[in-house]
């Protein structure tokens, strides 16, 4: 299994709610990784978890709370959001944080109403 | 501060018309340097990497890219371009072991026929 699988694909959300964005890999991958995207741009690197235990936060918003509960698995919750924030929510791991590639996922397409 | 920059931001080509695509990178320590590519509502894919070695590296679909440690630079080529080739590439850096990938700004390759 050499994929990053996220769910939902497509998410709508109001400001008001709460909502979770899941990403799991099989391949043993001890780095994973959320990115943003906005159409047009780059990916910009949100937060790393290494070994499970956070490891970079790039300054991102305490409206998004990321959560790694075992090592395939990353989620990001989500709640009282705007719609600046409707974007492509992509999920990344490495076999470490040590100069390797990243494995992404098709992300989720997040729309906040 | 370190920076990746792609000179071009769009590439339009004619179908089996030989492209290049240029990326440059702000700094030669200890470099590790990826080109992804991102079809319309998709993820990233990795289209090569350079680690260490050879400073001409192969990847899929036909890709090719050249490590220049003196220039600071990573540009992608392909002889025979496709259609199929049309999508957003990305070049990304990781500088040194514990960061994440860092991304350009993308280039938009069209191809037409």
């Known amino acids: 299994d050499t994929e990053v699988t996220q769910t939902p694909k497509h998410l709508v959300m109001g400001m008001t709610n709460k909502k979770s964005l899941k990403c799991e890999q099989h391949?043993?991958?001890?780095?994973m990784y959320w990115y943003k995207q906005k159409a047009k741009k780059p990916p910009e690197l949100m937060f790393v978890?290494?070994?499970?235990?956070?490891?970079i936060n790039e300054s991102v918003p305490s409206r998004f709370s990321p959560e790694c509960p075992n090592s395939s698995l990353l989620n990001l919750h989500l709640h009282a959001l705007q719609p600046e924030d409707s974007a492509l929510y992509l999920c990344a791991s490495s076999p470490s944080d040590l100069n390797t590639e990243a494995f992404f996922g098709q992300g989720t397409r997040l729309t906040v109403v | 501060a370190q920076s990746v920059t792609q000179l071009d931001s769009q590439v339009p080509v004619f179908e089996e018309a030989p492209v290049e695509l240029r990326c440059n990178y702000s700094s030669s320590v200890s470099v590790y340097l990826f080109w992804y590519v991102q079809y319309p509502n998709q993820g990233l894919q990795l289209l090569l990497k350079?680690?260490?070695?050879?400073?001409l590296v192969k990847g899929i679909n036909g890709f090719e890219a050249e490590f220049n440690k003196s220039q600071t630079s990573f540009h992608l080529r392909k002889p025979s371009v496709h259609i199929s080739d049309t999508a957003e590439y990305f070049c990304?850096?990781?500088?040194?072991?514990?960061?994440?990938?860092?991304f350009g700004k993308g280039t938009t390759l069209s191809v037409s026929s």
């Open positions: 990304a850096v990781r500088w040194q072991a514990g960061t994440a990938l860092i």
């Open positions: 978890y290494s070994y499970e235990k956070l490891s």
């Open positions: 350079y680690l260490s070695g050879s400073t």
């Open positions: 391949m043993g991958h001890r780095a």
